[in-house]
């Protein structure tokens, strides 16, 4: 079981950093990513992080304003978002799944999906 936790209200300018922790699953095996969605919108990848780190990628929207690492040691991986605009307003999952020694920004890839936190961006 994966379990998202940090989403919230903040208001445009402002950061949160959502958590995701996992039960019963050594994420420290697996690729990991972050995937939103939005009412009437597809699910799309925001960031992955390799099981070792060493790859990282983000969707070009949150560039430089989003973080995505992961502490294998607590099992758990978090998303550092700094500068939120109302565009991310969105529920956010967390992914797991094998990828080699990469990570992928398409949903297929991944088995493990948490239940999602909702972030809120208001202008």
């Known amino acids: 079981q994966m379990v998202e936790s940090g989403g919230g209200l903040v208001q445009a300018g402002e950061s949160l950093r959502l958590s995701c922790t996992a039960s019963?699953?050594?994420?420290?095996?697996?690729?990991m990513g972050w995937f939103r969605q939005a009412p009437g919108k597809e699910r799309e990848g925001v960031s992955c992080?390799?099981?070792?780190?060493?790859?990282?990628y983000y969707l070009d929207s949150v560039k430089g304003r989003f973080t995505i690492s992961r502490d294998n040691a607590k099992n758990t991986l978090y998303l550092q978002m700094n500068s939120l605009e109302p565009e991310d307003t969105a529920m956010y999952y967390c992914?797991?799944?094998?990828?080699?020694?990469?990570?992928?920004?398409?949903?297929?890839?991944?088995?493990?999906w948490g239940q999602g936190t909702q972030v809120t961006v208001s202008s």
């Open positions: 992914a797991a799944g094998s990828y080699g020694g990469s990570c992928s920004l398409h949903a297929v890839f991944y088995n493990y």
């Open positions: 019963g699953l050594i994420l420290a095996d697996y690729a």
């Open positions: 992080v390799s099981w070792a780190s060493n790859n990282l």
